[in-house]
């Protein structure tokens, strides 16, 4: 596969929001147009950091009611809300009410990851003929951009809307050695809320050193409502012939294996639960799904990866991304002892996370996609989350 993330940067990172590849990109958004009729987007104050930061929350609302709030806190989703079949609002994201929650004991809800999503073996990379060394959080290694990666920085944000869409831009730079990467990173994501009821999210990023750079959106779903128990009976499709096979610390083999006759077989709607407890070695490894699937794909456009349905609800989300892989996570990690919003206690496997992005310690195995940004090169990539209702 030879799918690249890097393109030729603009003389500038000029704030824009990107639609969907193969729609005409409406005029520029500016902070002073009128909205669509019933699209809304307004900022207010979510909690004030430890050293005095304050935080902000920009709510996004679209034509049909749909709502994504957002917290300049590490970029965070703190809340999505969708219609059930019967039209009723539920909340499908797993999170905190306060500020507080998201200190002291978030694993990711929500959060922008960077400057690389998923895990570097043993915090290292050579890159050049030079060896890095990158902070060390999960065990001996890397995971999601260390200890203080781009889920806890507060972002600049900035409203944006227009006839079509509601959005908020969120900007930040991450210095040179920032958790031992190399380069000054200047990186801007974009939520935009459309009227086809999608959630876009665009990500770019320019550097001046070569680094490996990997982006993307860790929100916890549950199609049926947030506390509302387990994901086992929702129905996953995953458009991919092959996953990347991992060994101690989750970390990749480096072997791209079919998924034929496995249970990592998603290519037509299969319960999330339904094999999630087989004896298979991988599952064992990671205490059920915590593994990158590699999307079937041509071109550098956006493509189909994954639809979610929960029968209960009759709520469905769609996945398009401009990405070569997609890790499902099956959320093997909770255990009941985060109580999350509306003081739902989160337990085992309560929800679960498509991330879409590049593979797993991409930086030590040259045969996967490189995560390789060079000075006078943009980095970019765009995800879609669409949801809908099946009657």
């Not at 922008?112 to 895990?119: D, E």
């Not at 086809?196 to 049926?224: G, I, R, W």
């Not at 990749?252 to 034929?260: D, H, L, N, Q």
């Not at 999350?340 to 337990?347: E, F, L, M, Q, R």
């Amino acid at each position: 596969m030879t799918h690249h993330i890097v393109r030729l940067a603009p003389a500038a990172l000029a704030l824009v929001v990107s639609f969907a590849c193969g729609s005409s990109a409406p005029p520029a958004a500016t902070a002073g147009a009128p909205p669509a009729k019933g699209a809304t987007v307004t900022r207010a104050s979510f909690g004030t950091m430890p050293d005095g930061t304050p935080v902000d929350v920009y709510t996004l609302t679209n034509v049909h009611g749909l709502e994504v709030r957002a917290i300049t806190y590490g970029g965070i989703i703190v809340s999505l809300k969708t219609p059930d079949r019967n039209g009723r609002l539920g909340d499908i994201v797993l999170g905190f009410d306060s500020l507080d929650g998201y200190l002291k004991s978030s694993p990711y809800f929500g959060a922008i990851i960077g400057r690389y999503g998923n895990r570097i073996a043993r915090g290292r990379f050579t890159l050049d003929g030079k060896t890095y060394t990158l902070a060390t959080n999960d065990g001996a290694n890397h995971l999601h951009g260390g200890v203080k990666g781009f889920d806890k920085v507060v972002w600049h944000a900035e409203p944006v809307q227009n006839d079509k869409s509601v959005a908020v831009i969120f900007t930040h730079t991450s210095p040179d050695g920032d958790e031992g990467y190399p380069g000054t990173l200047h990186v801007r994501v974009t939520y935009t809320l459309t009227d086809n009821d999608s959630l876009e999210v665009d990500y770019y990023a320019t550097t001046d050193k070569a680094t490996p750079v990997n982006l993307t959106q860790h929100s916890y779903f549950n199609l049926a409502g947030d506390g509302s128990g387990d994901v086992l009976g929702e129905r996953l499709t995953i458009d991919a012939d092959h996953y990347t096979p991992v060994g101690a610390g989750l970390i990749p083999t480096g072997e791209i294996a079919p998924v034929e006759s496995t249970p990592f077989d998603f290519r037509t709607p299969t319960a999330i639960g339904a094999r999630i407890d087989a004896d298979n070695a991988q599952l064992k490894l990671a205490g059920g799904y915590d593994h990158n699937f590699v999307l079937e794909r041509e071109g550098d456009g956006l493509a189909h990866a994954a639809r979610v349905v929960d029968p209960a609800s009759g709520r469905t989300l769609d996945i398009e991304t401009t990405e070569p892989g997609i890790q499902f996570y099956s959320g093997n990690f909770l255990d009941g002892t985060i109580t999350g919003k509306d003081g739902h206690v989160y337990g085992h496997r309560n929800g679960f996370c498509l991330e879409t992005q590049h593979y797993p310690d991409s930086p030590n195995h040259p045969t996967f996609p490189s995560t390789i940004l060079r000075p006078g090169r943009e980095y970019h990539s765009t995800t879609v989350f669409t949801f809908g209702v099946q009657k």
